[in-house]
């Protein structure tokens, strides 16, 4: 492989965890990406096509999102994450991501593949898979810590810039829901969007301090061992009492948070409600829930 | 001497259909009627009607098939020789109809499937899993919505030029969109035609999903009657879609062929029509898995039962 | 707390390995659940979250059942996929209903299944030896191992059985006589004598009769009321069926078979996918080679790792030519909807072998 070379990233699933490592990645060595566009329609609809009717929304989008980028590059990326840390694990769907997606076109995947279980680290993944782009092992090592360091500076503007939020005097609900559905434009943008015309501050479950206490989920699960779901019940127990109110949104039929979702409404006592999106669902539908709930919560404040 | 002759009946949840073969797989006499929930007198109307239509004196009735969701109690009524699922039954008189058939599409009362034939021989079948969206309930229920007559609603479709975009999954959700989708104003038609088209996308998305749909395409089901459907499938498969005028009767046409393998001789009369059919449903307490007994009973006397999963059940 | 009464979810014939290993372990009485009806699924969805998968809803049934039965300590084995976090969320809803009770996920406390099951019950019995733990785990084990044998050789055969009854009949005086093991020697005479019994029951079975092979989610798979007995419609069908999913995999041969299966279809998967979803894409491709007539895939709704694998199954029947039928249980399923769909498998079947001749 040489770098004359542009891979395609989707703009879905990891996508929203990962764009500034992996563009900071490709960018040090020199390679161009291009990114597929916000989720559309379009790409929803192709999506839905290409994927089992069971799959669930999140998944959908992201097919999509490569039937998009399938005939404009050369490769797309497709990282496999089966653990992030020992004893620790990810939905399934990211241990399958790459044998579904390679099943499902023809197309030539770029790939990492993650299992910390196994002994395979984010850096190890990384380094392989700089050498597979044809670069030395030194090279994609620099690569990726720097591109750890940008993702690093990242994190930690986005944390900064949420706790200003929540020094604002206004009504504010914290969002828990999975990074890929809160930044999507058929999922969780419908939900914020809404939210902020009706003047309410959103704080995101998603953004995490880099540097913040990692244990916090335990006050609520102790057994969790979903990654991405352990750190939204970190950020609940972190900003519970600085909200007015919590809104768990999830893509149907999401696996981890069928169960997670129901522990913490055994656990947590504070108002809240649970909004499940599905292809079908209608903004209109939405609307009237959101507005509901916001007027349940500004009550409680008018009372106080 | 009489003819042979053979009678076959589907028995839906929406509607009840009988057929009357003779040995070259002729229709001598037909039937469509509704079910209205009461599978009983259902068949026994259709029987009643069946015999008024045909001549005791030239055929008499040597075998009898039963298929569709209540074969097995309008099976056990009729002293049926053949009890057969209706997919099969499907596949087997549409080939016959259609030597060349490659794919079946059908869409009944709460059931969509597609059958794929190769040289006469079914290769692959799909059902719907998930749920009832895009059936005949589905767009019945629709159409009352709007306040269409179900019989309309396929040529009200065929006068939109700009069909709206609805989903069609679970008839609970795409009510509440298509309401949505009225109370904004869009014309009804396009609403109608909207609706035909989501059918249509639901079913190649869910029941069709990595099938390859060949030509010749027949569609069938009580759906099939709906132009705007018809319209909106030729649309998405660019091919042309065969309707038989007897779509409608293809199971029961088809159980009726299956039965000429099981002949037996003896004159079927018509007299059902007169006995007296009840069914009671047991819960068995025989032990702890409480099963769902149906019983049969006829003139008072037991005839048959089922639904008992082990030994010591009720009988 | 009075004397502790030890329950578990039932899985199958499983119970009676599973009594038996508590009972040699622990010094309390162990009552199994009552047996599964149509009010154990009723009864676990009504309190579990709405999309939680079904193995869930049924367990969490079992768990309510055998609670009003008077057990009062549970164990449950854990798991991979989302079976290792059932036990917390179930807990929480039942102490949350009101009962008062010990719950023991067996794997919940070490990454190493075995020293894991040992501290379990440890706090169960304190006073237990490791060697005579380890003589009873490998037992239990051993006991496993051959009712998951005799059972491949079961489903194969029970549907030509010449006096209905036959199988089940042999399986039930087996599973007393198991119940009773005294030690090694004892067990593995058990095995070799009922063996006997089972090749001996006569048999009417066509040598090209119709084969299908079941794959899928593991639950499902095991446990027949989730799966609406499809094994023993089969069999009534007069088809010969194979189910490799079974406890000695899940326990034993899983991690060893791993390489071997991702050999077998390269061309499909680079990696696992999740639970079992890579082995069940193997299995299938390793039922065509050896001349199955159709696959039958079947899985709990919203069942992810499974809903993964359909995708690589369609294009591996597809180019193998092989039916295959995806079938997906859910609180609602209807089983007249279930058995229609078999049947008219099985009749798809038979049409194409008199097509092949």
Redesign the interface.
């Known amino acids: 492989m040489n770098n004359k070379i542009t891979i395609g990233i989707p703009r879905a699933l990891l996508y929203y965890k990962y764009n500034v490592l992996w563009q900071s990645f490709f960018k040090e060595l020199g390679i161009d990406t291009l990114i597929s566009p916000e989720t559309n329609y379009e790409i929803l609809e192709n999506g839905k096509k290409n994927t089992m009717s069971e799959a669930c929304l999140s998944m959908k989008i992201y097919v999509g999102h490569v039937d998009y980028l399938k005939d404009k590059v050369d490769y797309i990326l497709v990282p496999r994450i089966v653990s992030l840390e020992k004893g620790m694990k990810l939905c399934t769907n990211f241990s399958a991501l790459y044998d579904i997606l390679n099943n499902t076109f023809d197309i030539n995947i770029l790939n990492y593949n993650i299992d910390v279980d196994k002994g395979i680290t984010e850096e190890l993944a990384f380094i392989k898979m700089g050498q597979e782009l044809g670069f030395g092992k030194i090279l994609s090592l620099n690569a990726y810590k720097a591109a750890k360091k940008e993702e690093y500076k990242q994190n930690k503007i986005n944390y900064l810039l949420q706790e200003k939020r929540l020094n604002r005097n206004k009504t504010k609900v914290l969002l828990v829901c999975h990074t890929y559905n809160s930044n999507d434009n058929l999922v969780g943008k419908l939900v914020t969007d809404n939210l902020k015309e009706f003047g309410v501050d959103v704080i995101y479950a998603d953004i995490i301090n880099p540097d913040g206490d990692r244990l916090l989920y335990k006050n609520i699960s102790k057994a969790l061992y979903w990654t991405y779901n352990q750190e939204l019940l970190n950020s609940i127990e972190e900003y519970k009492d600085k909200v007015d109110g919590i809104i768990f949104l999830s893509t149907f039929p999401c696996g981890p948070d069928s169960l997670v979702n129901e522990m913490c409404s055994h656990k947590i006592d504070k108002k809240m409600i649970t909004i499940l999106i599905d292809e079908l669902s209608t903004i209109e539908g939405l609307q009237t829930r959101l507005e509901s709930f916001i007027d349940i919560l500004r009550k409680d404040r008018f009372y106080e | 001497m009489k003819n042979n002759a053979y009678l076959g009946v589907d028995i839906g949840s929406i509607s009840t259909k009988g057929v009357i073969i003779d040995d070259s797989n002729n229709i001598i006499a037909c039937e469509y009627i509704k079910t209205q929930g009461n599978p009983i007198s259902a068949v026994k109307q259709l029987i009643k009607s069946l015999e008024s239509k045909f001549d005791s004196n030239l055929y008499k009735i040597v075998s009898i098939g039963t298929t569709g969701s209540a074969r097995k109690l309008a099976g056990k009524m009729l002293g049926a020789t053949t009890i057969k699922n209706e997919i099969t039954a499907h596949a087997i008189a549409t080939i016959s109809i259609h030597p060349d058939v490659r794919t079946i599409i059908e869409i009944g009362g709460q059931d969509s499937k597609i059958i794929l034939v190769d040289k006469k021989i079914v290769t692959d079948y799909a059902m719907n899993t998930l749920c009832a969206a895009g059936t005949g309930a589905f767009l019945t229920n629709q159409a009352k919505r709007l306040d269409i007559d179900i019989n309309d609603f396929g040529s009200i479709a065929l006068m939109s030029k700009n069909p709206v975009k609805l989903a069609a999954r679970c008839s609970v959700f795409a009510e509440s969109d298509l309401v949505h989708k009225a109370q904004l104003g869009y014309k009804k038609e396009d609403i109608v035609s909207g609706l035909c088209k989501s059918i249509v996308n639901n079913y190649l998305n869910n029941v069709a999903k990595g099938k390859k749909i060949l030509s010749p395409v027949v569609f069938q089901g009580g759906v099939s009657k709906n132009i705007g459907v018809v319209k909106a499938f030729e649309d998405e498969l660019k091919t042309n879609v065969i309707v038989d005028d007897i779509g409608h009767l293809m199971g029961a046409y088809g159980i009726a062929i299956m039965s000429k393998k099981s002949v037996k001789d003896n004159d079927f009369s018509f007299r059902i029509s007169d006995a007296n059919f009840e069914t009671k449903v047991y819960d068995c307490s025989g032990c702890a898995n409480n099963c769902e007994v149906i019983r049969i009973y006829k003139d008072m006397k037991l005839m048959d039962s089922w639904g008992n999963k082990c030994e010591n059940g009720l009988k | 707390m009075n004397d502790k009464v030890i329950s578990f979810p039932i899985l199958a014939d499983y119970n009676t390995p599973i009594k038996f290993m508590i009972e040699k372990m622990t010094n309390y009485e162990v009552r199994l659940s ?6 154990t699924l009723e009864i676990g969805s009504k309190y579990s ?5 079904l193995p ?1 809803k049924y367990t969490l049934g079992n768990y309510i059942e055998t609670l009003e039965n008077g057990a009062n300590v549970i164990m449950q084995a854990g798991g991979g ?2 079976f ?6 179930q807990k ?2 039942l102490s ?1 209903l009101g009962y008062n009770f010990e719950f023991y ?1 067996l794997t ?1 406390s070490d ?1 190493n299944g075995i020293s894991s099951i040992y501290k379990t019950l440890k706090n169960l019995n304190p006073n237990i030896k490791r060697v005579r733990y380890l003589y009873y785990l490998l037992l239990t084990f051993l006991m496993i191992y051959y009712m998951d044998k005799l059972d491949m050789y079961i489903r194969k055969n029970v549907g030509f059985e010449i006096n209905k ?1 036959s199988f089940d009949r042999v399986k039930k005086s087996m599973l007393t006589k198991f119940s009773k093991t005294r030690g090694f020697l004892d067990l593995i005479k058990t095995y070799y004598y009922y063996r006997k019994k089972f090749k001996n029951i006569a048999l009417d079975k066509p040598k090209n009769c119709l084969k299908v092979g079941i794959v899928g989610e593991l639950y499902t798979s095991m446990e027949p009321h989730s799966s609406y ?1 499809i094994e023993r419609e089969l069999a009534n069908m007069n088809v010969e069926v194979t189910r490799y999913t079974n406890v000695t995999f899940l326990l034993i041969t899983k991690r060893f078979k791993e390489k071997y299966y991702l050999r077998k279809i390269k061309k ?8 079992d ?2 082995d069940n894409v193997a299995r299938a491709k390793i039922l065509i080679k050896k001349g199955y007539d159709g696959i039958i895939h079947i899985k709990p ?5 499974e ?6 199954l ?2 591996l029947c ?1 180019d193998e ?1 092989i ?1 295959i ?4 249980f859910d609180t609602n399923t209807s089983e ?2 279930i ?3 078999l ?3 099985h ?2 079947l038979l ?2 072998r ?2 092949e001749k």
Do not use: H, W
């Open positions: 009552p047996k599964m009806t149509k009010n979250p709405d999309y939680a998968c869930f996929c989302r290792g976090y059932y036990f917390e969320l929480q809803i949350d996920s919940e990454v009854g007995f499909y998967c680079k990696f696992t996918m999740g639970a979803a890579m709704f919203g069942c992810v790792p809903i993964g694998a359909m995708k690589v369609e294009n597809d030519k039916p039928m995806f079938l997906t007249l909807g058995k229609t769909r049947e008219a498998f009749d798809m049409m194409r008199g097509n």
